[in-house]
């Protein structure tokens, strides 16, 4: 499965906008682009999932580079519940078993 | 909420002796998850199940083994743990109806001495 490359860590201020950057220079043409957030000492969670096109959900936005070797989560209106670890994922949909390879994430701290 | 349960949500065992963690789900989904959780490593897969005593290994499988003998409880073995099994574990099922989406279990931190 191909590699993500995300900053091992970010900051933001509470209110502001978030942009949560992903590199995937080798994804291939069946991979979509997942992105998981892990809140201290939970599991992680869905936050939004897309192939080519930008995808908005009420959590956040997902923004996808024209030759998809890069994306953007964003979130819009940060909050201090948003701090977390959040995974940027590709997962080949060719393949069976729906199998998810984590990297270590970007952990984000929110500044009240 | 889907329904996922993990337990024990915490052990404390010896080097050596056999461990079983149990991930019980309430609403017949068909796929199962393992992963261990290490500092620095992110979330790693174990095993999978992709229905009754239908499984595969994952990223990380070997001192692991698995077993599915009906579709709520998916039980991951530890036959002899070792320190370096020391981690959290997290259970995930793939929630019906949704494109992929997995939906973690509140896992169950082991620690071998």
């Known amino acids: 499965d191909a590699k993500t490359t995300q900053p091992n860590s970010m900051e933001s201020n509470e209110e502001e906008p978030v942009h949560l950057p992903c590199n995937h220079s080798?994804?291939?043409?069946?991979?979509?682009i997942h992105w998981y957030r892990q809140l201290p000492s939970q599991g992680p969670e869905y936050v939004i999932h897309?192939?080519?096109s930008n995808v908005n959900n009420r959590m956040a936005s997902l923004a996808i580079a024209e030759d998809r070797k890069s994306s953007t989560l964003i979130l819009h209106r940060a909050t201090l519940r948003d701090a977390a670890v959040y995974y940027c994922?590709?997962?080949?949909?060719?393949?069976?078993?729906?199998?998810?390879?984590f990297g270590t994430g970007t952990s984000l701290t929110v500044i009240p | 909420d889907a329904g996922i349960t993990q337990s024990p949500r915490h052990k404390v065992t010896e080097t050596g002796t056999p461990v079983t963690l149990r991930c019980h789900q309430t609403e017949n989904h068909r796929y199962m998850y393992w992963y261990r959780q290490d500092p620095g490593h992110g979330l790693r897969l174990i095993h999978y199940s992709y229905g009754v005593k239908d499984t595969d290994k994952g990223e990380v499988s070997d001192g692991y083994s698995v077993s599915r003998s009906k579709t709520e409880d998916f039980l991951l073995t530890l036959e002899s743990a070792t320190s370096s099994q020391t981690s959290v574990y997290f259970c995930?099922?793939?929630?019906?109806?949704?494109?992929?989406?997995?939906?973690f279990g509140p896992g169950t931190r082991l620690t071998v001495l």
């Open positions: 994922i590709l997962r080949d949909e060719a393949k069976t078993g729906n199998q998810f390879y």
């Open positions: 080798t994804i291939s043409g069946t991979d979509y």
């Open positions: 897309g192939l080519t």
């Open positions: 995930a099922i793939r929630l019906a109806g949704s494109y992929n989406e997995q939906f």
